[in-house]
């Protein structure tokens, strides 16, 4: 399996811990692919020029993703603040808006379009500001998308027909309310829908039936970046073998994996005031 993810990358700056981790949905999603053995993975996105960024390309290429279509500006780069919480839930508590992420945007050209057609899936996320390119990337490759808890039908609707995968996170729904958003997204057809839960087991629909996720009991360290990896596990699986038990199964242990360690998937830096 090949993947390529286009979009976010920053990182995680912990108060508590006093370090920074590299991370970004579309990251984390990278490495984690290819920690679940794709074959092959790629990234793009947009860096800062800052010490950060460097760190950011570091930990991709220590992990074997390649990133050479990237862009680079002059800014800096996307840094959450957190804290943790006893049970090891990541709290946000803001960080700066004026980063490269929310100045720029990436618009792909022919030869990174002829580029990305040679990879089996391309995942993009609801952070990559990449809606305007969604039409000319659906015509080179399936789509898997991560809407994040943006549960928001009109702009569902606006991107739908360009998506094959669709993940959600749904923690805060009631079951009646889950239900009513559940009836409300399967209008738009999409191949895969995946829902994540927070603590309750994530559900999986498509054609096949609607498939519930089995959650093992695991010392929770660190929450950051479960969600990213679970959708890398899955994907992985899936797109081999096209088997959603199975898919489920490879995403809960990657997800599980990711919540033993702090941050996305590791690579700490001390963080400087």
């Known amino acids: 399996m090949k993947l390529i993810t286009i979009g976010d990358n920053v990182v995680?700056?912990?108060?508590?811990?006093?370090?920074y981790f590299p991370g970004g949905n579309c990251v984390n999603v990278a490495v984690n692919a290819k920690r679940n053995r794709a074959?092959?993975?790629?990234?793009?996105?947009?860096?800062a020029n800052d010490a950060p960024a460097k760190h950011l390309q570091f930990a991709l290429k220590q992990?074997?993703?390649?990133?050479?279509?990237?862009r680079i500006a002059a800014g800096i780069t996307g840094q959450p603040k957190v804290n943790l919480s006893p049970d090891g839930d990541r709290i946000f508590v803001g960080g700066p808006k004026n980063t490269v992420q929310h100045r720029f945007k990436i618009q792909l050209t022919l030869e990174e379009l002829d580029?990305?057609?040679?990879?089996?899936?391309c995942h993009v996320s609801c952070y990559s500001s990449m809606e305007s390119e969604l039409p000319k990337l659906a015509e080179v490759i399936k789509i898997?998308?991560?809407?994040?808890?943006?549960?928001?039908?009109?702009?569902?609707?606006s991107i739908a027909p360009y998506i094959s995968y669709a993940f959600f996170s749904a923690a805060e729904l009631s079951e009646d309310n889950l239900e009513t958003f559940i009836s409300s997204i399967q209008a738009f057809q999409f191949e895969v829908i995946v829902i994540t839960r927070g603590g309750n087991p994530a559900i999986v629909i498509s054609k096949q039936g609607r498939f519930y996720q089995k959650l093992n009991k695991i010392n929770v360290i660190d929450t950051m970046g479960a969600g990213d990896s679970f959708i890398a596990g899955f994907l992985t699986s899936y797109i081999e073998n096209k088997n959603i038990l199975s898919a489920i199964e490879q995403g809960t242990k990657s997800a599980e994996n990711t919540c033993?360690?702090?941050g996305g998937f590791g690579y700490?830096?001390?963080?400087i005031d």
Do not use: T, W
Request: proline letters at 4%; aromatic letters at 20%; charged letters at 30%.
């Open 144 to 157: 898997a998308y991560d809407f994040s808890d943006n549960k928001a039908l009109d702009y569902i609707e």
């Open 260 to 262: 033993q360690v702090y």
């Open 39 to 47: 074959e092959e993975v790629a990234y793009i996105g947009i860096f």
């Open 268 to 271: 700490p830096q001390p963080l």
């Open 12 to 19: 995680d700056c912990y108060l508590d811990r006093k370090e």
């Open 63 to 70: 992990e074997g993703i390649d990133y050479h279509y990237s």
């Open 115 to 121: 580029y990305i057609r040679q990879f089996d899936l």
